[in-house]
Each structure stands twice: as C-alpha cells, then as structure tokens.
C-alpha cells in the first residue's frame, strides 16, 4: 500500500553514463514533482508536471528529462552523467485540484556517480 | 523572491528537553507552511502544515503556529524524546511560485539519553 515509490533506492554509476530513475505514485494525484537533495541537505524542485503537462521546469542542464507516461508516473532520465549529480533525488506527488495541498514524497534514490 | 530561512544546527538537547526551532519566511500573498522531517536514511515525511494566519499545526506533540504579522512558523515540542533525532524541514508553498515547495536549508535535531 505504498503511496509513492521509486525506483532504484540506490544508483551507483560511472561519469558519462545514462540512466533513470523512475517514480510511481497510488494515491490519485495529478500532480507529481522531482526535488534533488545535495550534500548539505538542501532541497529544490526541478520540475513538475500536472495530468502528464510539465508544469515546472526550474534551471536544471538538459541531461535531465523527466518523462510522464501517465498521471500516476513520473520518470527522470539522466544523460552523460556528471560527478556533481551525485544527489539523493525525491519524487512527489500532491492533491488533485489542489496544487497548494500537501506534497507526499517517495523514499528518495540516492545516486553516486564515480 | 518567496525563501524560508531556518535556525542553523545541529541542535543538541538532552531527552524531556523542549524544542524550539526557529523559521520564518518571505513571501507574497498568503502562502501554506509545512514541517517535514526526515529520519536517518530515510525520505522526508509531512510533520504538520498550517494554511492560514493564526492557525496551528499539531502532529506527534510538535506544534507551530502561522503568524503572519512576524511571518513565522516556529517548530516546537515540549519534551523531545530520543526518537525525534532527525533532520527538520520548514517549506512554503505559494501560488505566486507555481505551487512549487520552497524549502529551508533543514535543522538537525539531536536528542541525547
């Protein structure tokens, strides 16, 4: 009965290489996100989409494209990845109709790239 | 821009101690604020949110209280227990900010026997 999953919980890479991360979410919501939480803990959204409709794109490089196959997934592929990608990165998802609501997060992956 | 702005940690408190942690925010309009936590190794989990002046958040016994005229949202908890140790999270989301959680930089919580 887990609301929000992701997958891998970790990811474990070479520089250069690409990968992806997915997200699935069972409690209804349109609304989903991706958050990356660097080494000082700090938290910041890179995007979001609504029913399948990116949203927010914050200034994140273009090696980053998340994908929305439908409203209960959002997945995040990373192209030729860097060292400074090295994150744990956080899926959620929030209320439908109601994008000021509460925003339910997924366990996180953490990424290390060698 | 719309920012939160935390107390620095870590704080260290011995068990039965009370717990404040200070956070306040900049923002237009009238935003919802939120309290996550996040455990050890774990992910980050709602605490409490409170989505207008004057109303007040409870969960678990941590409680804060929107006030708008100081724009704050402090954190606090009567007695912490040893269990509470975790990193704690203040956020905002506003319209004005495409609905997007803005967050503060997080307080570590330590609670020692």
């Known amino acids: 009965d887990t609301a929000v999953s992701q997958t891998p919980k970790y990811l474990v890479t070479q520089m250069g290489n690409d990968k992806s991360i997915k997200c699935e979410q069972n409690?209804?919501?349109?609304?989903m996100y991706w958050y990356k939480q660097d080494s000082k803990k700090f938290l910041k959204i890179m995007f979001s989409?609504?029913?399948?409709?990116?949203?927010i794109n914050e200034t994140v490089p273009n090696r980053f494209s998340p994908k929305s196959p439908d409203k209960a997934h959002l997945n995040l592929h990373i192209n030729s990845l860097e060292l400074g990608d090295s994150a744990v990165y956080f899926c959620?998802?929030?209320?439908?109709?109601?994008?000021?609501?509460?925003?339910?997060f997924g366990p996180g992956t953490r990424l290390t790239v060698l | 821009g719309n920012s939160v702005t935390q107390m620095e940690g870590p704080v260290t408190l011995s068990e039965e101690a009370f717990l404040t942690i200070n956070c306040t925010y900049t923002a237009t309009g009238y935003p919802s604020l939120f309290w996550y936590v996040q455990y050890p190794g774990e992910g980050l989990q709602l605490l409490l949110k409170?989505?207008?002046?004057?109303d007040k958040g409870s969960n678990k016994g941590f409680e804060a209280t929107y006030r708008k005229e100081t724009t704050s949202f402090h954190l606090e908890k009567g007695s912490v227990q040893v269990s509470d140790s975790a990193v704690y999270f203040c956020?905002?989301?506003?319209?004005?900010?495409?609905?997007?959680?803005?967050f503060g930089s997080g307080t570590r919580l330590l609670v020692r026997p």
């Open positions: 409690l209804g919501h349109d609304t």
């Open positions: 956020a905002l989301i506003s319209r004005d900010s495409s609905y997007k959680l803005i």
């Open positions: 959620a998802s929030s209320l439908p109709g109601t994008s000021t609501d509460t925003q339910y």
């Open positions: 989409y609504n029913n399948k409709e990116l949203i």
């Open positions: 409170a989505t207008k002046a004057d």
